[in-house]
């Protein structure tokens, strides 16, 4: 007999091997960029890694959030940041800061842009 737990933990490994490399655009990304250093670089600094706040990016970044999909990291900065006025962002620009986070990560830009329908199916696997 498997016992739910088992079948909760199989099927947790399933989804996340699904999950592939996100797509975004590098119009975005360069949007990204320009609002990024407006709203978030005076916390998490110039390089994403230098600031007082978390670090979004380098391989500590990645190892935090290698378990998790994009959309999960979308939900809690779209409803934290910027701290001062959480969740005051168009969704656009949340998308275009993610896709900054991204591409400053190391993840290739491609053809398709980010959507927030499709955020579940990436991973911050490369």
Same mark, same amino acid.
């Given at each position: 007999m498997i016992?739910?737990s088992?079948v909760?933990?199989?099927?947790?490994?399933?989804?996340s091997a699904l999950?592939?490399?996100p797509?975004?655009?590098?119009?975005q990304?360069?949007a990204?960029?320009?609002v990024?250093?407006?709203?978030?670089?005076?916390?998490h600094?110039?390089k994403?890694?230098?600031g007082g706040?978390?670090?979004?990016a380098?391989?500590?970044?990645?190892?935090k959030w290698?378990s998790?999909?994009v959309?999960?990291?979308?939900?809690i900065?779209?409803?934290t940041m =910027?701290? !001062?006025?959480?969740g @005051?962002? /168009?969704?656009?620009?949340?998308? *275009?800061?993610?896709?900054?986070?991204?591409?400053?990560?190391g993840?290739? =830009?491609? !053809?398709t842009?980010? @959507?927030? /329908?499709?955020?579940?199916?990436y *991973?911050?696997k490369?």
């Open positions: 016992k739910r088992s909760l933990i199989l099927l947790g490994l399933a989804s999950a592939k490399p797509a975004f655009t590098k119009a990304a360069d990204g960029a320009k990024y250093k407006a709203q978030c670089a005076s916390c600094g110039a994403l890694n230098n706040a978390p670090k979004l380098g391989p500590d970044f990645l190892k290698a998790n999909t959309d999960d990291f979308h939900f900065m779209s409803s =910027p701290m !001062t006025k959480p @005051a962002l /168009k969704e656009s620009e949340y998308l *275009s800061v993610l896709a900054y986070v991204l591409q400053t990560n993840f290739k =830009p491609g !053809t842009a980010l @959507a927030t /329908k499709n955020l579940k199916a *991973s911050f490369k």
